[in-house]
């Protein structure tokens, strides 16, 4: 059975840290810990659909790391084909997001959802035809300009310390996720950890 770890972000060196990227952050931490490399889509072996993504290969546990290059707003033309390719069942597909409803560095595991406004879930749900898939939500703080703009700015110097931990916390659950595939244990396990403090 292969997994799915999907982090949602925008392509290019001039979205590096905004707070619209904190997923593929999250995966590269993951990937670095696990010793992965991300790839291009060519290299994923007998894949034929589109290649607008990175991806990254585990075998102990069977994963992908996805990492989609459509930009934002078509995040789900690259994971629906993936998932269909590796036979991954919604229930299988983890996907890692920025949420601006949620302080900066709060994290929240959910077994499914809507969209909550965010155009790169949306174009999930929309692609898979279904919200029954979990979430990981990473908060990036709301905004004291307007969302649009709120999102594709950099963390400032005094936040980035605070976006770094969130994403090395993110990745943990995501790979201890990946190893059980025990959402609800994960959550558990998780949410105390996180909340401790609060």
């Not at 992965?36 to 993504?53: I, Q």
């Not at 996907?95 to 499914?112: A, E, F, K």
Request: proline share 6%.
């Amino acid at each position: 059975m292969t997994r799915l770890v999907v982090g949602l972000g925008n392509p290019g060196p001039e979205y590096e840290w905004t707070r619209h990227n904190i997923g593929f952050h999250v995966l590269d931490h993951l990937a670095r810990h696990e010793g992965l490399l991300f790839r291009s889509a060519r290299e994923l072996d007998g894949y034929a659909g589109p290649k607008a993504f990175q991806v990254a290969q585990s075998f102990d546990p069977d994963a992908l790391l996805l990492k989609p290059e459509t930009f934002m707003n078509r995040s789900g033309e690259a994971v629906a084909p993936v998932a269909r390719f590796v036979s991954a069942e919604p229930t299988e597909i983890l996907v890692v997001y920025d949420d601006l409803d949620l302080p900066l560095g709060q994290l929240r595991l959910r077994p499914h959802g809507g969209s909550g406004g965010h155009n790169g879930m949306s174009s999930i749900i929309d692609t898979l035809g279904t919200d029954r898939f979990p979430r990981l939500r990473i908060g990036i703080g709301r905004p004291r300009t307007d969302a649009a703009r709120h999102v594709l700015e950099r963390f400032t110097e005094k936040e980035m310390p605070e976006a770094e931990v969130s994403a090395i916390e993110a990745s943990e659950a995501a790979l201890d996720w990946l190893k059980t595939g025990d959402l609800e244990a994960c959550m558990a396990r998780y949410h105390s950890r996180w909340n401790q403090g609060a």
